[in-house]
């Protein structure tokens, strides 16, 4: 094990949501787990865009693969890069193209 690497993870409490209300009604917010703002969706946006179940959504949200967050309201708000990361994993053959 010479070549471990010791990784600090510093985690940091604050919790920014960002709303912007435009004709895509887009909402950003900090994603605890990409630690950077990103674009967050609704579940049901969310299927809408994954083409998937709700339920689906859910037990990938459980399993961690997709990233969400609750609000202090107890809505569950999306990560949409994991979302199209998690879909795209499941269609490697066009990232071999690239
Ligand atoms: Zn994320």
Redesign the pocket.
Known sequence: MKNAKKILITTESHEIFIVRVNRRSNIRGF?P??AEE?ELLTLDEAVSVSTRKTRELIREIEADAV?SIETLSGHLLL?R??LLEEKKARGNELEKKL
């Open positions: 994603c787990d990409c990103v990233h990560c890069r994991s």
